[in-house]
């Protein structure tokens, strides 16, 4: 089940703070259907997210975000000793863990272009055009890794299907902020991009769990007995997941 997320500025009374190159705002609301209790995540690039249980009062989430203002600028502050800006430069070299591969990028300017397109030969990506511009080329690198996304979890998916006995209609690759994966009650599984940056025994339970959803759309004992008779150690990768943002690069933009 997929959550649904919100953005507003950091502090309703100050001007929001610029966002990094292909960045996410600086604070998300995120309501969830599993959440008992207001939380905060500080991630380590500046991104803040508050989870709330569904139907939370507007006023009640500024009065806790307000609350723990010293808390969020201390860890904000913390997290931005330690990455850098050049956390958010276009990258020279891509690893993609959960695939077992990695690819050189190299950027070639061409004059007459206003876009950008990418080509990849063999373990090489080239990204030609107006390469001068941040955003076009991060657009052609997300292209790319949608693309690549698409190729290889297509026929792992499936597999994982017919081994659960979990059918699906259709497979959608995303760039999600709030989330790396969910089902739609048509049969519809949304994966992340970003899953590409993982270690394969975690995309696996990924998409084990979305896919064990067609049988359960809910987080019932029913629906983690079923996802335990495929994985059972689906408790250290739930919470291996959770902590997977730490894998993303910063150039990408999405924690």
């Not at 998300?28 to 259907?33: G, H, K, L």
Request: aromatic fraction near 8%; charged fraction near 25%.
């Amino acid at each position: 089940m997929q959550d649904t997320a919100r953005q507003i500025a950091l502090f309703p009374t100050e001007q929001p703070e610029p966002d990094k190159p292909g960045g996410a705002p600086a604070l998300a609301i995120r309501e969830s259907a599993r959440a008992r209790r207001l939380s905060i995540k500080v991630y380590p690039r500046g991104r803040v997210e508050v989870i709330v249980p569904r139907r939370t009062r507007a006023r009640d989430v500024e009065q806790f975000v307000a609350e723990n203002r010293d808390w969020i600028s201390k860890a904000r502050e913390s997290f931005a000793s330690r990455h850098t800006a050049d956390s958010y430069s276009l990258p020279a070299r891509i690893d993609l863990p959960a695939i077992g591969r990695s690819v050189r990028v190299q950027y070639l300017r061409v004059g007459s272009f206003a876009n950008v397109r990418y080509r990849q030969a063999g373990s090489v990506l080239t990204l030609s055009g107006k390469t001068s511009d941040h955003g076009l080329c991060l657009a052609a690198l997300k292209r790319w890794l949608a693309a690549v996304a698409r190729q290889e979890f297509a026929s792992q998916l499936l597999a994982l299907s017919r081994l659960t006995g979990n059918a699906f209609d259709s497979m959608h690759i995303r760039a999600q902020r709030t989330c790396w994966g969910s089902r739609s009650s048509s049969g519809t599984v949304s994966l992340n991009l970003c899953l590409l940056f993982l270690r394969p025994a975690v995309v696996r339970y990924l998409m084990l769990h979305e896919l064990c959803h067609g049988r359960h759309m809910n987080h019932s004992k029913r629906f983690w007995k079923l996802v335990g008779e495929f994985e059972p150690d689906y408790r250290h990768l739930d919470r291996e997941l959770g902590e997977c943002w730490q894998e993303v690069p910063g150039w990408v933009g999405i924690y």
